[in-house]
């Protein structure tokens, strides 16, 4: 069966300092692997996805995640963080072999404040 | 512009009280699901379908039904709610190929009282 895990509730961190968003996962195959965005009041805008290819894979608003096979992560990431990234942020995964459900698991969202 | 756009957007009701929400997309995707996002639980997949007149269970299916008549349409129907489905539901859909994104709805707030 295919998981996701987000172990933080909320990331706190002050403007300017980078940040990170963790996720794991766990698939049978090869894992198909999405960050998404949700803001207040609004549904969840995609950021980055990583399917095959470069380990690191660059996103939008300056986003990036790096895949890591050995340690089964695809933790998010932002060398500099801004007040508008406040957000809250879900880690989604499906497993290459999902056949005919094609259906994406989600973690349970990292609540993502960043001080000013 | 491509997007999910689901109505209404809020809604408060009382149990029993038949209640659909409207879902289309713009994008000609072939795939198309609902979840039910709750605290804690992140999101949960209602019912997804594939394709026109292809539809099937997600992983909380009980209560509701969908139906598929249109590839832009996916509506989501609660025929008798109760107060369990008081939650924040999304609509989303992607083109075919599974290793696309899904675009999602605004959200649609509901309180069965």
């Known amino acids: 069966a295919q998981s996701v895990a987000q172990p933080e509730d909320q990331v706190n961190v002050a403007e300017g300092n980078p940040l990170t968003v963790k996720c794991t996962y766990s698939?049978?195959?090869?894992?198909?692997l999405f960050w998404y965005v949700q803001y207040p009041n609004r549904g969840l805008q995609f950021l980055l996805k990583?399917?095959?290819?470069?380990?690191l894979v660059k996103g939008s608003y300056g986003f990036e995640a790096e895949f890591n096979k050995s340690q089964t992560s695809f933790h998010l990431k932002k060398p500099s963080a801004l007040v508008s990234d406040s957000a809250l942020y879900f880690c989604?995964?499906?497993?290459?072999?999902?056949?005919?459900?094609?259906?994406?698991?989600f973690g349970t969202g990292t609540l993502l404040a960043v001080q000013p | 512009e491509a997007q999910v756009t689901q109505n209404p957007r809020y809604l408060i009701t009382v149990t029993g009280k038949k209640l659909t929400v409207t879902c289309s997309q713009n994008?000609?995707?072939?795939?198309m699901s609902w979840y039910r996002q709750d605290p804690g639980l992140g999101l949960r997949q209602i019912y997804y379908?594939?394709?026109?007149?292809?539809?099937d269970k997600g992983d909380v299916p009980e209560g509701y039904k969908v139906s598929r008549k249109e590839k832009r349409n996916f509506p989501l129907i609660l025929e008798s709610p109760s107060p369990n489905q008081t939650s924040l539901y999304f609509c989303?859909?992607?083109?075919?190929?599974?290793?696309?994104?899904?675009?999602f709805g605004d959200g649609t707030r509901l309180s069965i009282l």
């Open positions: 989303a859909s992607r083109a075919g190929t599974e290793n696309q994104p899904q675009h």
């Open positions: 698939v049978s195959g090869n894992p198909y």
């Open positions: 990583y399917i095959t290819g470069d380990n």
């Open positions: 989604a995964v499906r497993d290459e072999y999902g056949g005919a459900t094609n259906k994406l698991i």
């Open positions: 994008m000609n995707h072939e795939y």
């Open positions: 379908s594939m394709n026109v007149e292809v539809t």
